[in-house]
């Protein structure tokens, strides 16, 4: 999301994006771990970058021929940077005249079932987003100005049995600790540490003909990251399913992680909203952040 509204705001890089790049955006958590078809070819690119090591990060920016080839790599959203590397790459293409005519296709295979992660059947997928809603100091720069700003954007996943559950007029515990260890996060400028089950001090959620209400306080055992909010919110069925599940969390956070550094000073307002996927946006599909590698344990972790 910080990208789309500042490096890809761009509107040079908009129309070279448009016209002459074939965009693609991933997981590289995912990818550089994938034993298929399609983790052979990213590892292909990324191996000729900087970041060459698939046992840690190889984030950042890449742009390679269909074959496979690396143009160029960069790690920094400075959008004038981006585009002026992209004009100077994409001009050496065409003078050394080495476009290639065709890319023979690659044979997908199976893929690699640690790492295609899919929705539980059965159940339901909900659009989480954050925002802070306060508490920062007016921003130096426009780079400072889009962190403040940011929404984050992940998923939630409800298994068949939860969304039974829903149907019939029940919230269940397992569902609320999910979400409380896994969503309740301020992923708003990076990747949070997820909570662990002791930091799950108070989770009560109680639904009343569809009304939602309930409380969360988390809190690490060294007390470094709290977040202390309510519940309310609005579920809808018919006919067996759930059509609407429209939820704030809203109260203050407090506490930064290793890659979500900067955070307002103190206690600050932490909204999270969780609204039912329709699958009208290509983002539904991609798993929880909190799954990655280990689906069973995110979709378990209401078993204390």
């Given at each position: 999301m910080l990208d789309r509204a500042s490096t890809f705001a761009r509107p040079g890089i908009i129309a070279l994006l448009q016209s002459q790049i074939i965009p693609v955006?991933?997981?590289?958590?995912?990818?550089?771990?994938?034993?298929?078809a399609e983790g052979d070819f990213y590892r292909l690119i990324a191996g000729q970058g900087p970041r060459h090591d698939f046992e840690a990060t190889t984030q950042g920016f890449y742009l390679a021929t269909a074959s496979?080839?690396?143009?160029?790599?960069?790690?920094n959203r400075d959008p004038e940077k981006l585009e002026r590397l992209l004009r100077e790459k994409l001009a050496g293409l065409e003078s050394a005249q080495a476009v290639p005519g065709s890319v023979a296709a690659l044979e997908p295979g199976a893929t690699d079932p640690?790492?295609?992660?899919?929705?539980?059947k059965g159940g339901l997928v909900v659009r989480v987003r954050a925002k802070i809603t306060g508490g920062y100091e007016a921003p130096r720069d426009r780079h400072q100005e889009f962190f403040q700003a940011a929404r984050s954007r992940d998923n939630l996943w409800i298994t068949a049995a939860e969304h039974q559950a829903l149907v019939v007029g029940e919230?269940?515990?397992?569902?609320?600790?999910?979400?409380?260890?896994?969503?309740?996060?301020?992923?708003?400028?990076?990747?949070?540490?997820?909570w662990e089950p002791e930091d799950v001090q108070t989770a009560e959620v109680t639904m009343d003909q569809g009304v939602i209400t309930g409380r969360v306080a988390l809190r690490t055992t060294g007390g470094d990251r709290t977040y202390d909010a309510g519940w309310r919110g609005?579920?809808?069925?018919?006919?067996?399913?759930?059509?609407?599940f429209d939820l704030v969390v809203f109260g203050d956070?407090?506490?930064?992680?290793?890659?979500?550094?900067?955070?307002?000073?103190?206690?600050?307002?932490?909204?999270?909203?969780?609204?039912?996927?329709?699958?009208?946006?290509?983002?539904d599909a991609l798993p929880p952040q909190g799954a990655r590698g280990w689906v069973a344990g995110y979709l378990g972790a209401g078993a204390k």
């Open positions: 955006a991933l997981d590289q958590a995912y990818e550089r771990r994938q034993r298929d496979g080839q690396l143009l160029f790599y960069m790690n640690r790492w295609d992660l899919q929705p539980p919230f269940p515990q397992s569902l609320v600790l999910r979400m409380a260890r896994f969503h309740l996060v301020d992923n708003t400028r990076g990747e949070p540490p997820m609005h579920i809808e069925t018919a006919k067996g399913q759930v059509t609407r956070f407090s506490g930064a992680g290793p890659f979500t550094p900067n955070p307002p000073a103190g206690k600050f307002p932490l909204a999270v909203a969780f609204s039912l996927a329709d699958g009208s946006d290509s983002a």
